[in-house]
């Protein structure tokens, strides 16, 4: 017939018989070989498709049509051309965020500190101590970094844990004995006993109740300082250095 003759090869005349082109791409991080390519009529051609380590192959289409996460495809008996096309996706890896009591770090990730980080990519984190607290040490895949303010991980490849730890600063709490009459003031929680010891330090934020206790033949008039006034207990939190003078 008609059609038989213009699609049959052209055998036995000395004339080249008619070539396809079957036009191969691949993704962002993938390869696919050979590259677009010409094949005889009647030929086989078998493409391998491959993913570098950062990505991986997704799905593989034939003319339009998907033959799902396959590594190679041979076109068998070609009289036409073909298109093969290979999807990838980047993969991703997780830094677990955390932060000790007394401070912060961002980014903090999901609800479980998880923070989602495309592979070859940087991430940076930055850790922030809360008022009266200062970065005691940072903790990177279980080694100690010190008391850094940042960390920057770097070609992510991997999961990994960074973790910081805060203290709180330790203010001086000062007590002056004022007057001619004599006698103890104590603290609690304990630090402070004067006459032995007039001076205790003590955690950011805590409450210290200092109590007046006057020796016979002596009566306590009052407090001053530290906020403090009156003759009961005196409560002082702390923030920064301070002094009270028991009278």
């Given at each position: 017939?008609?059609?038989?003759l213009l699609?049959a090869p052209l055998?036995g005349t000395?004339?080249t018989?008619p070539t396809y082109?079957?036009?191969?791409?691949?993704?962002s991080g993938?390869?696919?070989t050979p590259?677009s390519t010409?094949?005889?009529?009647?030929?086989?051609?078998?493409f391998n498709i491959?993913?570098?380590?950062?990505?991986?192959?997704?799905?593989?289409?034939?003319d339009?049509?998907s033959?799902?996460a396959?590594?190679?495809?041979?076109f068998?008996?070609?009289?036409?051309?073909h298109t093969i096309e290979?999807?990838?996706a980047i993969?991703?890896?997780?830094?677990?965020?955390?932060?000790h009591?007394?401070?912060?770090i961002s980014p903090?990730g999901d609800?479980h500190?998880?923070?989602q980080?495309a592979c070859?990519?940087n991430?940076?984190f930055?850790?922030?101590?809360?008022p009266?607290?200062?970065?005691n040490?940072?903790?990177?895949?279980?080694?100690l970094?010190?008391?850094?303010?940042?960390?920057?991980?770097?070609?992510?490849?991997?999961?990994?844990?960074?973790?910081?730890f805060?203290?709180?600063?330790?203010?001086m709490l000062?007590?002056?004995k004022s007057?001619i009459g004599?006698g103890?003031?104590?603290s609690s929680?304990t630090?402070?006993?004067c006459?032995?010891?007039?001076?205790?330090?003590?955690?950011?934020g805590?409450?210290v109740?200092l109590s007046a206790?006057?020796?016979?033949g002596?009566?306590?008039?009052?407090?001053?300082?530290?906020?403090c006034?009156?003759?009961g207990?005196?409560?002082?939190?702390?923030?920064?250095?301070?002094?009270v003078?028991a009278?």
């Amino acid at each position: 017939s008609v059609n038989s003759l213009l699609t049959a090869p052209l055998s036995g005349t000395g004339e080249t018989p008619p070539t396809y082109t079957i036009t191969a791409t691949a993704g962002s991080g993938g390869t696919i070989t050979p590259s677009s390519t010409t094949v005889n009529y009647g030929g086989s051609q078998t493409f391998n498709i491959s993913a570098d380590s950062c990505h991986t192959l997704t799905d593989v289409k034939v003319d339009g049509i998907s033959q799902g996460a396959i590594t190679s495809y041979t076109f068998t008996n070609i009289t036409a051309d073909h298109t093969i096309e290979a999807s990838l996706a980047i993969r991703s890896y997780f830094i677990t965020a955390e932060a000790h009591s007394g401070g912060s770090i961002s980014p903090s990730g999901d609800s479980h500190g998880k923070v989602q980080v495309a592979c070859g990519a940087n991430q940076t984190f930055f850790i922030t101590a809360d008022p009266g607290y200062y970065i005691n040490d940072v903790k990177v895949d279980g080694v100690l970094q010190g008391p850094i303010n940042s960390y920057t991980f770097t070609n992510v490849t991997a999961n990994h844990t960074i973790t910081a730890f805060f203290a709180s600063n330790p203010y001086m709490l000062t007590v002056t004995k004022s007057g001619i009459g004599s006698g103890t003031v104590t603290s609690s929680p304990t630090g402070i006993s004067c006459g032995i010891t007039c001076s205790g330090t003590f955690n950011y934020g805590t409450s210290v109740i200092l109590s007046a206790t006057p020796d016979a033949g002596s009566s306590f008039t009052g407090w001053s300082g530290g906020g403090c006034s009156g003759t009961g207990d005196c409560t002082v939190t702390m923030t920064a250095d301070t002094t009270v003078i028991a009278n």
